[in-house]
């Protein structure tokens, strides 16, 4: 995400890379705190999840730190939901 020329936030999508899961994709979204809650976070989750349907993975997990309240409900409305808790 560029905010006038300047990179606020990134995304990634990238095959976990064991043989027996190529259809599962670890989903990554960072986005700098002062550039928070301007929904760019939102727009990189859901560009990643549509670049996620469009080249077959059918499983596109993340993780998040329990206690980062902001980034548990965004992955949430995102559709994401909680599988596994460590």
Do not use: K, M, W
């Amino acid at each position: 995400v560029d905010v006038d020329g300047v990179a606020v936030g990134e995304g990634t999508i990238r095959r976990i890379g064991v043989s027996f899961c190529p259809h599962v994709a670890l989903v990554a979204v960072q986005v700098d705190p002062a550039h928070q809650g301007r929904g760019h976070g939102r727009a990189l989750v859901e560009a990643l999840v549509a670049f996620g349907d469009a080249h077959g993975f059918e499983r596109q997990e993340l993780r998040v730190i329990a206690d980062n309240h902001r980034a548990v409900r965004l992955y949430r409305s995102g559709g994401f939901s909680e599988v596994l808790r460590r």
